[in-house]
Protein backbone atom coordinates (compact mmCIF):
# COMPACT_ATOMS: atom_id res chain seq x y z
CA UNK A 1 0.00 0.00 0.00
CA UNK A 2 1.32 3.62 -1.00
CA UNK A 3 2.29 5.81 1.90
CA UNK A 4 3.01 9.32 1.83
CA UNK A 5 4.69 11.26 4.22
CA UNK A 6 5.32 15.35 4.59
CA UNK A 7 7.91 16.73 7.03
CA UNK A 8 7.59 18.79 8.80
CA UNK A 9 3.98 19.09 9.48
CA UNK A 10 4.50 22.47 10.35
CA UNK A 11 6.79 25.12 9.79
CA UNK A 12 7.17 29.26 10.70
CA UNK A 13 9.96 31.12 9.08
CA UNK A 14 10.87 34.83 8.66
CA UNK A 15 9.69 36.95 5.21
CA UNK A 16 12.19 36.64 2.79
CA UNK A 17 13.55 33.32 3.82
CA UNK A 18 14.35 30.39 0.99
CA UNK A 19 12.55 27.26 2.54
CA UNK A 20 12.03 23.35 1.87
CA UNK A 21 9.02 20.79 1.91
CA UNK A 22 9.80 17.40 2.01
CA UNK A 23 7.97 14.99 0.57
CA UNK A 24 8.38 10.77 0.87
CA UNK A 25 6.44 7.87 -0.84
CA UNK A 26 7.44 4.33 -0.13
CA UNK A 27 6.40 2.55 -3.52
CA UNK A 28 8.38 4.13 -6.07
CA UNK A 29 5.92 2.97 -9.31
CA UNK A 30 4.17 5.77 -9.67
CA UNK A 31 3.02 7.86 -12.88
CA UNK A 32 3.23 11.57 -11.20
CA UNK A 33 3.45 13.52 -8.41
CA UNK A 34 1.93 16.37 -7.59
CA UNK A 35 1.94 19.42 -5.02
CA UNK A 36 -0.99 21.41 -3.71
CA UNK A 37 -1.76 24.96 -1.93
CA UNK A 38 -4.94 24.91 0.83
CA UNK A 39 -5.77 28.08 2.00
CA UNK A 40 -7.82 27.74 5.31
CA UNK A 41 -11.48 26.88 4.67
CA UNK A 42 -10.71 26.55 0.94
CA UNK A 43 -9.99 23.82 -2.25
CA UNK A 44 -6.51 22.93 -3.53
CA UNK A 45 -5.17 24.49 -5.76
CA UNK A 46 -2.64 22.74 -7.77
CA UNK A 47 0.82 24.55 -7.73
CA UNK A 48 3.23 21.75 -9.36
CA UNK A 49 2.65 18.12 -11.79
CA UNK A 50 5.91 16.63 -12.01
CA UNK A 51 6.13 13.43 -14.13
CA UNK A 52 7.97 9.98 -13.19
CA UNK A 53 10.04 10.76 -16.21
CA UNK A 54 10.84 13.90 -14.77
CA UNK A 55 13.67 15.22 -12.57
CA UNK A 56 11.76 18.68 -11.67
CA UNK A 57 9.45 21.75 -12.30
CA UNK A 58 9.40 25.56 -12.23
CA UNK A 59 7.20 27.89 -11.55
CA UNK A 60 8.04 31.29 -10.18
CA UNK A 61 9.45 31.31 -6.61
CA UNK A 62 7.99 27.40 -6.78
CA UNK A 63 10.85 24.59 -7.43
CA UNK A 64 9.33 21.05 -6.81
CA UNK A 65 11.95 17.87 -7.37
CA UNK A 66 11.71 14.60 -7.71
CA UNK A 67 13.71 11.60 -6.91
CA UNK A 68 11.31 8.62 -7.85
CA UNK A 69 13.86 5.27 -7.30
CA UNK A 70 14.50 7.01 -3.54
CA UNK A 71 11.12 8.04 -3.25
CA UNK A 72 11.47 11.82 -2.36
CA UNK A 73 10.30 15.18 -3.71
CA UNK A 74 10.97 18.51 -2.48
CA UNK A 75 8.88 21.64 -3.06
CA UNK A 76 11.42 24.84 -2.79
CA UNK A 77 10.05 28.04 -2.01
CA UNK A 78 12.29 30.92 -2.69
CA UNK A 79 12.14 34.58 -0.94
CA UNK A 80 9.22 33.35 0.88
CA UNK A 81 6.16 35.76 1.55
CA UNK A 82 3.03 36.23 4.03
CA UNK A 83 0.95 35.24 1.50
CA UNK A 84 2.58 32.03 0.95
CA UNK A 85 1.17 31.23 4.13
CA UNK A 86 -1.26 28.00 3.57
CA UNK A 87 -0.84 24.08 3.79
CA UNK A 88 1.17 22.58 1.06
CA UNK A 89 0.05 18.81 0.11
CA UNK A 90 1.94 16.25 -2.32
CA UNK A 91 -0.15 13.69 -3.63
CA UNK A 92 1.06 10.67 -5.82
CA UNK A 93 -0.85 8.79 -8.79
CA UNK A 94 0.50 5.58 -8.42
CA UNK A 95 0.67 3.00 -11.57
CA UNK A 96 -1.74 0.72 -10.69
CA UNK A 97 -4.08 2.33 -8.53
CA UNK A 98 -7.05 3.11 -10.38
CA UNK A 99 -6.17 6.57 -11.10
CA UNK A 100 -6.60 7.28 -7.22
CA UNK A 101 -4.08 9.68 -5.78
CA UNK A 102 -2.48 8.96 -2.38
CA UNK A 103 -1.55 12.23 -0.19
CA UNK A 104 0.44 13.19 2.66
CA UNK A 105 -0.97 15.10 5.78
CA UNK A 106 0.62 18.37 4.18
CA UNK A 107 2.93 21.29 6.00
CA UNK A 108 1.41 24.04 7.58
CA UNK A 109 3.59 26.97 6.40
CA UNK A 110 3.30 29.94 8.01
CA UNK A 111 5.33 33.12 6.63
CA UNK A 112 6.11 36.08 9.48
CA UNK A 113 6.17 39.54 8.29
CA UNK B 1 -14.40 28.38 -17.79
CA UNK B 2 -15.68 27.34 -14.11
CA UNK B 3 -13.64 24.06 -13.57
CA UNK B 4 -14.93 21.84 -10.40
CA UNK B 5 -18.11 23.44 -8.77
CA UNK B 6 -19.51 21.76 -5.27
CA UNK B 7 -22.63 22.67 -4.01
CA UNK B 8 -23.14 23.26 -1.30
CA UNK B 9 -20.53 25.04 0.40
CA UNK B 10 -21.62 24.66 4.28
CA UNK B 11 -24.32 21.99 5.47
CA UNK B 12 -25.60 20.34 8.47
CA UNK B 13 -27.35 17.38 9.09
CA UNK B 14 -29.47 15.11 11.75
CA UNK B 15 -28.08 12.15 11.97
CA UNK B 16 -29.90 9.62 9.65
CA UNK B 17 -30.60 12.46 7.14
CA UNK B 18 -30.01 11.83 3.13
CA UNK B 19 -28.90 14.06 1.02
CA UNK B 20 -26.88 14.78 -2.28
CA UNK B 21 -23.45 16.65 -2.94
CA UNK B 22 -23.38 17.64 -5.97
CA UNK B 23 -20.19 18.30 -8.29
CA UNK B 24 -20.38 19.49 -11.86
CA UNK B 25 -17.01 19.85 -14.36
CA UNK B 26 -16.74 21.41 -17.79
CA UNK B 27 -13.39 20.27 -18.86
CA UNK B 28 -14.98 17.39 -20.33
CA UNK B 29 -12.73 15.30 -18.24
CA UNK B 30 -13.90 11.49 -18.02
CA UNK B 31 -12.27 10.64 -14.48
CA UNK B 32 -13.99 12.66 -11.53
CA UNK B 33 -13.75 11.32 -7.84
CA UNK B 34 -14.68 11.73 -3.83
CA UNK B 35 -12.46 12.22 -1.19
CA UNK B 36 -13.28 13.23 2.14
CA UNK B 37 -10.50 15.38 4.42
CA UNK B 38 -10.26 14.27 8.24
CA UNK B 39 -7.39 15.87 10.49
CA UNK B 40 -4.76 13.90 11.05
CA UNK B 41 -6.36 11.05 8.00
CA UNK B 42 -5.33 13.48 5.33
CA UNK B 43 -7.88 13.15 1.85
CA UNK B 44 -9.31 9.52 1.61
CA UNK B 45 -10.39 8.51 -1.83
CA UNK B 46 -14.56 7.43 -0.87
CA UNK B 47 -15.59 6.73 -4.60
CA UNK B 48 -14.59 7.28 -8.31
CA UNK B 49 -15.73 6.76 -11.76
CA UNK B 50 -13.65 6.85 -15.55
CA UNK B 51 -17.00 7.67 -17.08
CA UNK B 52 -20.42 7.55 -17.62
CA UNK B 53 -21.94 4.81 -16.60
CA UNK B 54 -19.08 3.44 -14.71
CA UNK B 55 -18.19 3.74 -10.93
CA UNK B 56 -16.31 2.19 -8.22
CA UNK B 57 -15.05 2.22 -4.80
CA UNK B 58 -12.03 4.05 -3.18
CA UNK B 59 -10.76 3.77 0.30
CA UNK B 60 -13.90 4.59 2.49
CA UNK B 61 -17.10 3.99 0.74
CA UNK B 62 -19.49 2.51 3.26
CA UNK B 63 -22.06 4.96 3.85
CA UNK B 64 -22.07 6.83 0.45
CA UNK B 65 -23.56 5.88 -3.11
CA UNK B 66 -22.27 7.13 -6.22
CA UNK B 67 -23.67 7.42 -9.71
CA UNK B 68 -22.49 8.92 -13.26
CA UNK B 69 -25.16 9.77 -15.52
CA UNK B 70 -23.35 12.02 -17.70
CA UNK B 71 -19.31 13.05 -18.18
CA UNK B 72 -20.22 16.24 -16.33
CA UNK B 73 -21.76 15.36 -12.90
CA UNK B 74 -20.48 12.89 -10.49
CA UNK B 75 -23.37 13.37 -7.06
CA UNK B 76 -22.76 11.98 -3.97
CA UNK B 77 -25.37 10.67 -2.28
CA UNK B 78 -25.18 9.79 1.87
CA UNK B 79 -28.03 7.78 2.55
CA UNK B 80 -28.12 7.81 5.91
CA UNK B 81 -25.95 10.68 7.70
CA UNK B 82 -23.66 9.54 10.55
CA UNK B 83 -21.54 11.61 13.02
CA UNK B 84 -18.73 9.78 11.72
CA UNK B 85 -19.48 11.40 8.10
CA UNK B 86 -18.98 14.83 9.68
CA UNK B 87 -15.67 16.15 7.29
CA UNK B 88 -14.55 18.38 4.58
CA UNK B 89 -15.62 16.59 1.04
CA UNK B 90 -13.35 17.72 -2.04
CA UNK B 91 -14.69 16.32 -5.72
CA UNK B 92 -11.34 16.31 -8.01
CA UNK B 93 -11.50 15.48 -12.07
CA UNK B 94 -8.98 14.42 -14.47
CA UNK B 95 -8.16 13.57 -17.87
CA UNK B 96 -6.65 10.08 -18.60
CA UNK B 97 -6.62 9.54 -15.48
CA UNK B 98 -4.61 11.90 -13.34
CA UNK B 99 -1.66 11.67 -15.76
CA UNK B 100 -2.19 15.33 -16.82
CA UNK B 101 -2.58 16.37 -13.19
CA UNK B 102 -6.41 16.52 -11.28
CA UNK B 103 -8.07 19.68 -10.62
CA UNK B 104 -11.02 19.80 -7.32
CA UNK B 105 -13.67 21.83 -6.40
CA UNK B 106 -13.50 24.37 -3.41
CA UNK B 107 -15.01 21.66 -0.87
CA UNK B 108 -18.21 21.14 1.34
CA UNK B 109 -17.90 21.10 4.75
CA UNK B 110 -20.54 18.73 6.11
CA UNK B 111 -21.44 18.24 9.98
CA UNK B 112 -24.03 15.64 11.06
CA UNK B 113 -25.27 16.14 14.69
Known amino acids: KQEVTQIPAALSVPEGENLVLNCSFT??????LQWFRQDPGKGLTSLLL?????REQTSGRLNASLDKSSGRSTLYIAASQPGDSATYLC????????????FGEGTQLTVNP | NAGVTQTPKFQVLKTGQSMTLQCAQDMNHEYMSWYRQDPGMGLRLIHYSVGAGITDQGEVPNGYNVSRSTTEDFPLRLLSAAPSQTSVYFC????????????FGSGTRLTVV
Open chain 1, 50 to 54: IQSSQ
Open chain 1, 27 to 32: DSAIYN
Open chain 2, 92 to 103: ASSYSGGVYGYT
Open chain 1, 91 to 102: AVLKETSGSRLT
